[in-house]
């Protein structure tokens, strides 16, 4: 960040990539006061009620000047749909923020679900029951926690999961009360970063098995209201928080704006042909029909479908193959510069990819290429090797 760019200080990195695309230094500067006065109220967790009340008020403006030049069908049009809207946003307001509605019942276990099913039936859950985990369920989150983080690392500096259960600040998901706050060393290391993403995702599977609601909060998490939380638990000289997960029981009451947001953001995904490639330019998409690539099954498919931040998609995979065609390895890239949210992304790619060559019966393991070879592979960050 420049001298001159001062006044973006504090803000997230999506938004400083967004900003820096505006050229015009004053426009630039309005435009990050907007997202600070945005950052502001999101914070106070009234925004997703507040949002209808622009459309409404549009709604209202179009049905007044429809009427003052007499088009009374569209003045009756705009105001009825202005209505409409003003009532849903009034039962989210009642049902969602001040939480009145009827009670609702415990979700059902996923057991039945084979892995490639339960990964396509986890979803981001923005909306959660008031009521807080069973004791049986936190023991089984907290064990399968304990578990996940007791297993070899790619990297090697510590990483922990914080359990806290506290109605932190979290934008736009509402009512989540229990979170896990994913702890890296302070100094930047890209490997622990990595392993939050595939020691976390591996959480969220055994969460989604137990039914349970699950989101992964980067750019929506407040910081401040974490390390409150987690007082001593928290050393700002030693520790960074990657990101957190929100967890409980997904509720069937969301606010519109959530809808919304769900239905836009997190429903698509880049086609396979975007995402597996032959070479390291991602050039030239990889067969995933062909021997020996059609081995792999929809380990390729839940990959496509890993969560990532906004739902960027940022991660590409290569297989190398050597002279005669026989599979090398898969090499794992991120796509973007992100800092920390593209290498949790890679690291949740490299969850999903070991859980399913491991659910398909092929066993493998990651390495990372030498330093030499790297230089060579801009945004190359992992390679997964089968065993002979
Ligand atoms: C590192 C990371 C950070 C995320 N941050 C947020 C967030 O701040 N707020 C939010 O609502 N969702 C967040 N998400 C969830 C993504 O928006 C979501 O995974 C994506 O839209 C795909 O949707 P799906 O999880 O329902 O498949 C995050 C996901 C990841 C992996």
């Known amino acids: 960040m420049s001298g001159n760019d001062d006044f973006m200080h504090g803000l997230g990195a999506n938004e400083r990539a967004l900003l820096e695309k505006i050229p015009i230094l004053p426009f630039r500067k309005i435009a990050a006061g907007m997202v600070r006065a945005k950052m502001r109220v999101q914070f106070t967790g009234w925004l997703q009620y507040l949002i209808p009340v622009f459309p409404i008020l549009i709604l209202a403006l179009l049905a007044l000047v429809s009427n003052l030049l007499n088009i009374f069908i569209l003045g009756t049009i705009f105001s009825t749909l202005g209505l409409l809207l003003g009532i849903i946003a009034l039962v989210d307001l ?11 019942s ?47 690392k790619i990297g090697e500096s510590p990483i922990r999961f914080e359990y806290i259960s506290a109605p932190l600040t979290v934008w736009p998901v509402v009512n989540a009360t229990e979170f896990l706050v994913a702890i890296a060393p302070k100094e930047y290391n890209r490997l622990a970063v990595i392993d939050v993403g595939r020691s976390l995702q591996k959480v969220v599977m055994d969460a989604t098995r137990m039914g349970l609601g699950t989101c992964w909060i980067g ?14 638990g928290f050393n700002p000289e030693k520790d960074h928080i990657i990101c957190i997960l929100a967890v409980g029981y997904e509720s069937k009451f969301a606010p519109l704006f959530i809808r919304l947001f769900n239905r836009q953001i997190s429903t698509s995904r880049l086609p396979l042909s975007e995402l597996f490639f032959t070479d390291s330019t991602f050039t030239t998409p990889l067969d995933i029909d062909s021997p020996p690539f059609n081995k792999f099954g929809r380990t ?22 050597d002279e005669n065609g026989a599979l090398k390895s898969f090499d794992f890239y991120a796509a973007t510069a992100f800092q920390y949210y593209a290498p949790v992304a890679l690291g949740i790619w490299a ?10 019966g092929i066993e493998g393991h990651f390495t990372l290429r030498s330093d030499e070879e790297k230089e060579s592979l801009p945004r190359y960050d992992l390679s997964w090797v089968k065993y002979p």
């Open 300 to 321: 390729y498919e839940i990959c496509q479908w890993a969560p990532s931040s906004y739902n960027g998609q940022t991660t590409r995979c290569t297989a190398v193959t």
């Open 106 to 152: 415990l979700p059902q276990r996923n057991d039945n679900l084979d892995l490639f099913d339960l990964m396509r039936a986890r979803h981001s859950c923005r909306s959660f029951q008031t009521r807080k985990l069973t004791e049986d369920h936190r023991a089984e989150l907290m064990q399968s926690v304990s578990k996940h983080l007791a297993e070899p």
């Open 94 to 104: 009642v049902t969602v923020k001040f939480k009145l509605r009827p009670p609702e």
């Open 351 to 360: 969850a999903n990819w070991e859980m399913g060559t491991a659910t398909l």
């Open 219 to 232: 750019p929506g998490a407040d910081h401040a209201s974490i390390k409150q939380n987690l007082g001593e």
